[in-house]
């Protein structure tokens, strides 16, 4: 084989209904199924290169060389592609996302799903939108919702072939706009593959999964009807029940700081007064704040007037994974 390359971009996405916890952790078929919006603005542009003059995979993460868990994770996903390819070429890849990375903003989704299109592409596979959703599953979970774009639904399955996701509606469907807010810099002490394998130690994950199919429903509902009311009371329940579990499990994962729970407390003011406003958190001390895009700036506004809030980004639903 000669040099192939191939460079693609994916938008990270943030989840209105959660994924917390594995039925199989080493495919990333989830306990539950989940809904999320990409984020536009925000992305990882990743580029693979093919080289048979390389002895080993290599990673550059911001232009910096990578070893250690990173670079296993992509040597893993190379590994597939290589088999369903039939090649046995090492690869360098060289990943750049423009959004701080492991600060409650899924940067693994967006580099998941950039590596699945850019790496088969440049092995010479054509796959469909759910093939590459499966693929991109395997290097993170909540990648596989930034394959497709604008507002996606993963469907849990029960295995590698019925585990994808799908898009429920596209990115001009809903004016909707999450205000990332910035309250701490900091990589995250412990991370979502760690988290997910803590989550029935819980004694509440049982009761959050059961209780998932409901919640799903009323958030798909509300996003197709663009009934912000219901939105924000399914989307805020279903954060705070991952917390619930993250809070209780053996050891207690509290991700939240004290700014956290300022702009926790503010929302639901702000929502009181007749804002239309909600709040979900990730596995990290951020908060993303959801609000219909005409209300926005003024949001971002008082946002950033918050003590402990460092910077407010704001992201409109994003497209799919795509070529460059
Ligand atoms: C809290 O997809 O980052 O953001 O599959 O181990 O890479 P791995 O986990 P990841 O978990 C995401 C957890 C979450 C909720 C969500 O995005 O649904």
Redesign the pocket.
């Given at each position: 084989m000669s040099i192939h390359s191939a460079t693609a971009i994916a938008c990270p996405?943030?989840?209105f209904?959660?994924?917390?916890g594995?039925l199989d952790?080493c495919l990333?078929i989830p306990a539950n199924s989940?809904i999320?919006m990409n984020l536009e603005g925000l992305y990882t542009r990743t580029q693979v290169v093919f080289d048979p003059a390389l002895r080993y995979d290599q990673l550059t993460l911001e232009g910096e060389p990578v070893g250690g868990i990173a670079l296993e994770r992509v040597n893993a996903m190379l590994d597939r592609v290589r088999e369903m390819a039939g090649i046995a070429t090492f690869a360098a890849v060289d990943s750049f996302s423009n959004f701080p990375i492991s600060a409650?903003i899924?940067s693994?989704?967006s580099a998941?799903a950039a590596l699945s299109l850019a790496a088969t592409t440049a092995a010479g596979l054509k796959l469909n939108e759910k093939e590459l959703s499966r693929l991109a599953?395997t290097?993170?979970?909540?990648?596989c919702?930034s394959i497709p774009g604008g507002f996606v639904e993963?469907q849990a399955g029960e295995s590698d072939e019925e585990s994808y996701s799908f898009s429920i509606a596209s990115p001009k469907h809903w004016d909707l706009v999450d205000c990332i807010v910035l309250v701490s810099p900091a990589q995250k002490p412990v991370?979502?593959?760690e988290?997910?394998a803590l989550a029935l130690t819980s004694i509440l994950q049982p009761t959050r999964v059961t209780d998932t199919d409901r919640r799903l429903g009323l958030c798909r509902m509300a996003i197709l009807r663009r009934d912000f009311a219901s939105f924000a009371e399914v989307v805020e329940l279903d954060s705070n029940l991952?917390h619930a579990v993250m809070i209780t499990s053996t050891p207690s994962l509290l991700y939240w700081q004290p700014a956290t729970v300022e702009v926790m407390h503010a929302v639901q003011s702000w929502r009181s007064e007749g804002l239309p406003v909600c709040y979900t958190i990730?596995?990290g001390p951020n908060v993303h704040v959801l609000c219909p895009g005409g209300e926005a700036e003024r949001i971002a506004q008082r946002l950033r007037e918050l003590p402990g809030v460092l910077q407010v980004l704001t992201a409109y639903p994003g497209g799919p994974a795509y070529l460059e």
């Open positions: 996405n943030i989840a209904i959660k994924y917390w594995d952790p990333h989940s999320s409650g899924a693994s989704a998941f599953r290097g993170s979970g909540s990648a919702r993963w991370s979502s593959s988290g997910h991952m990730d596995a």
